[in-house]
């Protein structure tokens, strides 16, 4: 074993700080010496923002281990905390928070023994990457200096990574019907040699199986809307028939899922269809939007001097994970989502194509990017693994590349109504405005980068083609009468400039004078008020900005006759590449006239007649009391009725599923959330219970004295509870500000007593992060909002405990407001909140062997919403002190452990 780093170093938590000396020698201190210590000399630390804030030092810098970690092992998985980086570097974890400085020395000595081991697996760029780092003044980069430089040159990045190549269109699948028994006996070997059957993942696979039988009419799908219980083995009960239907048709199925844990989950087992990693890689294939990924063009100008100082630093680590990168998502993927967050400024958002900005083929690294490779697996591929989202954006605005998957799979379907309710909405917003005068007009007077307007991007066609020239100059010179630069201040000072931004002023003083609350406009929420009965200014302001957008939309539109026009008679420099180029261009200018064509009909909605099928508002959005955007926002009030038109009624067939959909009214409320009722009939329903034993394995405690709105009591409960529990608890609340205020109450006291507490919106790390670190670690806690409610799988003893501030009622909105009148009053918001408590309990049971308290703090919570809970599960109302002792009885040998492991000396 490597002797340690002869370096001082940092440890601090909620319990203390604790710093050690070059010789390992440790020594708790207070927070003062600890600052003039790290004030004066660099000392090694895991994670400089989250010891930063836990030292209320946030300039805090030093030798961070994990952009250690980072560097020598790009795209490897750890877990932020010196458990998880012992793990992962196969040492002996601390024992103590006491000893936790003293290890991190060692930790960065086995980390540095990489660069003398002949078989370090990411050797190759290390030494070139190593350079540009030093000359940045990484703090590590004198400490690596040891490495010797590589014999032979090192390949640059872009030149390492390999090219995708151009296949031919996958054809139609074959008509198949698919045999029941073949799916039974496919699931028996999918789920291995002596695995127990399941009789309900049987029954389950089989309903599914008809999705796959022939079409019988056209836009009326083999649809089957489907609920299985949590532990059924859903996912091998849908991927059983699947492939047995790929098998024998030669077709590909999409599975979309809504979060992103759930497409890791489905990418893994899948690898059950597809054993050798090869053919896994070419069979499945993981889709996400362009936003997720890196762009290769971005990263090379910030490696070229785009960005300075620590963001340097940052894109030079993420050119190391380049290179390693499985499929170079950022987001979710093989980056370490604790990485961005090291940087404080997320600088990682400027590496992605946020803006629109892909030149697509006129990029130099178009035949390398990450982006473009996996759209063209995915046009080959069996199984293609996406997001609600982009499933609905590909059926909305679909792109050439073959026949399309045939055959839908959505998985959490419980959440398609909110994703369609995000993807089939307009908005006419400041932030909205400004993107879309980037995008023709390029960079404006000091900006930088190398985004490029309409005119750079299409120079080739402007040359060659004289109205598609006049077209680009028309659309540039009506372009400015958008929101440029500075549009939040002047409206602020009400000093617009142009007809947008005149109209936007006049949408924030209707808000201030008509919306709810606007006294008290400082609490850091929004305002917002219905459009309807406009005043005068409103009226007016909106036919000038109808005619402004008009101005663009036309030469837009003309712009795109030119280009299509191009394509069908191509001239002779339209080769590949260009051609690329041109249909990039094409499907970018279609989203904007599709997004400016949406913009005229809510304005014409201004002094107009409303439109049934929408709810439309004005709003300024806050955050913190700062304004960041004002506009006209526009919601289908049935979101569920574009899914339907849309996304279901092209494919031949469609199973929406989750293990929460049906609601007290058996599937009249799965029909409504799904877009299932809007189907012209044929839709089959099937339901599977959960296997687990509730009335054993769980037990739902209402506690009766937590006054609503009493912060002290409500901060107390949630103290009690976890240290009643020994950690394993998840917090869940509906507001931010109320998260915050029981973090800050009761972290130290918690932390004392060995249980470590971690909050979103408040530890400076992302939520993926805070679930790995969570699930790692059985005496941890974590408090969150609805990310966590819907997107935390933690099965075991990490998860013991679920506790819910109160009922998660729905935010009294316009737009919510619209739906409950629409969908039968108090009746709609019981559909809502029993499927919140219902995906909330359903974290806490995900194996056969778990066992789990659900505590819910509201003392008058309606006895009609206990439906939510499944069908057995022990119901208890009882006092605060009799629902400790309850926790506590079920946790003795936890609290146990909990203490030696964490010291509080």
Not at 101 to 129: I, K, N, T
Not at 777 to 798: I, K, M, Y
Request: hydrophobic share 45%; net charge neutral.
């Amino acid at each position: 074993m490597a002797q340690p780093l002869p370096l001082p170093a940092i440890h601090a938590s909620h319990v203390g700080i604790w710093l050690a000396d070059a010789q390992g020698h440790g020594r708790r201190v207070d927070r003062g010496e600890a600052i003039a210590a790290v004030a004066g000399t660099p000392h090694i630390l895991l994670g400089a923002p989250l010891t930063g804030d836990r030292l209320g030092y946030p300039d805090l810098s030093g030798l961070d281990l994990l952009e250690l970690f980072a560097f020598l092992y790009p795209a490897r998985f750890a877990v932020p905390t010196p458990a998880g980086l012992a793990a992962a570097l196969g040492l002996e974890p601390p024992r103590a928070e006491a000893d936790v400085a003293a290890f991190l020395p060692q930790a960065a000595a086995a980390m540095l023994a990489s660069l003398d081991d002949p078989d370090w697996p990411e050797r190759e760029g290390a030494w070139h990457g190593l350079q540009a780092l030093a000359r940045q003044r990484w703090p590590w980069a004198s400490l690596l200096q040891r490495q010797a430089a590589p014999e032979r040159d090192e390949r640059w990045l872009f030149a390492r990574l390999p090219e995708w190549e151009e296949q031919p269109p996958r054809g139609q699948p074959r008509q198949a019907t698919i045999n029941p028994d073949d799916v039974t006996a496919r699931l028996d070997r999918l789920t291995g040699d002596g695995a127990e059957r399941r009789s309900g993942q049987q029954d389950y696979a089989r309903a599914v199986a008809s999705i796959f039988a022939p079409r019988e009419r056209k836009d009326a799908p083999q649809m089957l809307v489907a609920e299985a219980g949590t532990g059924i083995g859903k996912t091998l009960g849908y991927l059983a028939p699947a492939k047995q239907w790929i098998d024998q048709s030669a077709g590909a199925v999409c599975i979309s899922t809504f979060t992103k844990a759930l497409q890791r989950q489905l990418a893994r087992e899948t690898e059950r269809l597809y054993p050798d990693a090869v053919t896994h890689r070419e069979k499945v294939v993981v889709r996400k939007g362009r936003e997720n990924y890196l762009c290769l063009l971005n990263l090379e100008d910030a490696l070229q001097g785009g960005f300075s100082g620590r963001a340097a630093i940052l894109a030079q680590l993420v050119a190391r994970w380049a290179a390693y990168s499985r499929d170079g998502d950022m987001v979710g993927g093989d980056l370490p989502g604790w990485l961005p967050a090291l940087f404080r400024r997320n600088g990682t958002t400027a590496l992605t194509d946020r803006r629109g900005e892909c030149i697509y083929a006129g990029c130099p690294h178009f035949r390398k990017c990450f982006i473009e490779r996996s759209a063209r697996a995915a046009t080959q591929a069996d199984i293609i693994i996406a997001n609600h989202a982009l499933t609905m954006v590909q059926a909305a605005r679909p792109r050439d590349g073959g026949a399309p998957a045939t055959r839908l799979i959505f998985d959490e379907g419980h959440h398609l109504w909110d994703a369609a309710d995000s993807m089939f909405a307009a908005a006419l917003t400041g932030q909205e405005a400004i993107e879309i005068r980037r995008w023709i007009l390029g960079p404006e007077g000091k900006s930088r980068g190398r985004r490029r307007g309409l005119a750079a991007r299409l120079a080739d066609v402007a040359s060659y083609d004289e109205a598609g020239d006049k077209a680009i100059q028309a659309a540039i010179h009506a372009a400015g009468e958008l929101p440029g630069d500075g549009w939040l201040a002047r409206l602020a000072e009400n000093a617009p400039w142009g007809a947008i931004e005149r109209l936007l002023a006049a949408v924030r003083a209707m808000v201030y004078a008509r919306g709810v609350d606007a006294k008290g406009g400082d609490s850091g929420y929004g305002l917002e008020t219905e459009l309807a009965d406009p005043d005068a200014d409103l009226v007016a302001a909106a036919a000038s900005a109808s005619d402004a957008v008009e101005a663009v939309l036309r030469p837009l539109m003309a712009l795109g006759k030119r280009l299509d026009a191009l394509v069908d008679d191509p001239p002779d420099w339209l080769d590949g590449q260009a051609r690329a180029r041109v249909d990039g261009a094409r499907h970018s200018l279609g989203n904007r006239i599709d997004t400016m064509a949406a913009w005229l009909s809510l304005l014409g909605r201004v002094g107009g007649p409303a439109d049934p099928d929408f709810v439309d508002w004005l709003a300024v959005n806050r955050i913190d009391g700062r304004e960041v955007d004002a506009g006209l926002h526009r919601h289908w009030l049935d979101p569920a009725k574009p899914i339907a038109d849309i996304v279901y009624r092209p494919a031949q067939g469609v199973l929406v599923t989750s293990a929460t959909l049906r609601g007290a009214n058996d599937w009249h409320d799965a029909d409504i959330r799904t877009g299932a009722r809007h189907m012209d009939g044929g839709v089959q329903h099937f339901a599977v219970p959960s296997p687990f034993d509730y009335a054993r394995q769980s037990e739902v405690i209402i506690v009766t004295d937590i006054a609503r709105g009493d912060l002290p009591a409500l901060a107390g409960a949630y103290s009690r509870l976890i240290e009643a529990s020994g950690g394993g608890a998840l917090g869940l609340f509906s507001a931010i500000r109320r998260l915050r205020i029981v973090h800050a109450r009761i972290a130290d006291r918690l932390a004392r007593a060995g249980l470590p507490l971690y909050a979103q919106h408040v530890d400076p790390l992302d939520t993926g992060t805070l679930v790995d670190i969570f699930r790692a670690d059985p005496h941890a806690s974590l408090l969150g909002t609805d990310a966590l409610r819907d997107g935390v799988d933690v099965p075991g003893d990490s998860l013991r405990l679920v506790v819910m501030e109160g009922v998660p009622w729905p935010r009294p909105t316009i737009l919510h407001a619209a739906r409950r009148a629409a969908q039968g009053g108090a009746r709609y918001d019981d559909m809502v909140i029993r499927g919140r408590i219902a995906q909330a309990f359903g974290r806490l049971i995900r194996r056969s062997d778990d066992f789990g308290q659900f505590v819910m703090l509201s003392p008058s919570f309606p006895s009609r919403l206990l439906s939510a809970f499944p069908p057995g599960t022990p119901i208890r109302r009882l006092p605060l002190d009799e629902a400790v002792n309850h926790v506590a009885a079920a946790n003795v040998e936890r609290r146990k452990t909990a203490f030696p492991a964490f010291s509080p000396s």
